[in-house]
């Protein structure tokens, strides 16, 4: 009796597992790569987060004596980069534009956008790189502030719309790269993300929610067409482009953003001091939050029924 031969893979299956084995190997090599500018934001965030409210404790509240019941030590610290429709438009004060994204309300606000960063942060600098996650981070953060300033009248901050724009970039890279990728990574980054991010801009649409919903969404759709017009390095993997990391025109852009990152900065640390140095002078600058400023709690409460 003969022995039966031992079966073996067809040309199609051999491929399809060879590729599978490839998708493997490039994304692996990807994640492994170290990652330092997501922890540098996600740091400057938490240190200036901590400053204004101990700015605001020991400088505003106990030296100046400010009794601002509908705004905490940290907002009333933070007001001076925040988004103020009026100090933008009408004093051109385009630097809060990206001040804004470094500004948190509360200990809520911060864990929140913080923990955003720390899971997303680092897979966008892992697959696109540094200058392009700069363009993504700080565009959607410009983009974001720039559509809220547009649609939405009222006093915000925070780093949502700049995260928004990183989720905008994770899901086209899911669903541009998904012959790149491993199914399960494919479907995770799209199908698996959708129901987050209409479950996050939904409930910013009812009132009991003190969302942007205009940076919100300004920022998702800033991350997804920069996405779309960028290469990941999925389609450069292993070639010379790879290597060279990103084209010179990208490095400029991200070279460009630090530079109006460093001079935002430069502006809020001289509005801090304009409008700092006495109570008066906060006042003159914010004018329209004087009366709440300068309220007491009962006389607060009077003027704001609830």
Request: net charge positive.
């Amino acid at each position: 009796m003969s022995e039966r031969p031992a079966p073996h893979l067809k040309d199609s299956e051999a491929n399809a597992y060879f590729r599978a084995i490839n998708k493997e190997v490039a994304l692996a090599r990807i994640l492994s790569q170290p990652v330092s500018l997501t922890w540098f934001v996600l740091a400057a965030n938490i240190i200036l987060y901590i400053g204004a409210w101990t700015f605001g404790e020991f400088l505003l509240h106990q030296h100046y004596n400010f009794e601002a019941w509908a705004l905490n030590v940290g907002q009333l610290a933070f007001y001076t980069g925040m988004k103020l429709p009026e100090q933008t438009l009408e004093q051109h004060q385009w630097w809060r534009l990206l001040t804004s994204a470094f500004v948190h309300m509360d200990i809520t606000h911060i864990l929140f956008n913080g923990y955003g960063l720390y899971t997303i942060g680092p897979l966008i600098e892992r697959f696109y790189g540094k200058a392009r996650w700069i363009i993504f981070y700080f565009g959607s953060a410009i983009l974001s502030a720039l559509a809220s300033l547009l649609l939405n009248d009222a006093v915000s901050g925070g780093a949502s719309g700049a995260l928004y724009g990183l989720v905008g970039v994770m899901l086209v890279l899911g669903f541009k790269y998904r012959s790149a990728l491993p199914d399960r990574v494919s479907r995770a980054l799209t199908r698996g993300m959708l129901p987050w991010v209409v479950f996050g801009i939904g409930i910013g649409f009812f009132d009991f929610m003190p969302m942007d919903n205009a940076a919100h969404i300004g920022g998702l759709l800033s991350g997804m067409v920069m996405a779309l017009m960028t290469k990941s390095k999925l389609s450069q993997h292993g070639s010379r482009a790879h290597q060279q990391g990103a084209p010179p025109v990208l490095k400029f852009m991200a070279a460009l953003l630090l530079i109006l990152s460093s001079v935002s900065a430069f502006f809020w640390a001289k509005e801090v001091h304009t409008c700092t140095e006495s109570k008066s002078a906060y006042l003159q600058c914010y004018p329209e939050i004087a009366s709440e400023v300068t309220l007491s709690r009962d006389a607060y409460m009077r003027s704001n029924p609830q």
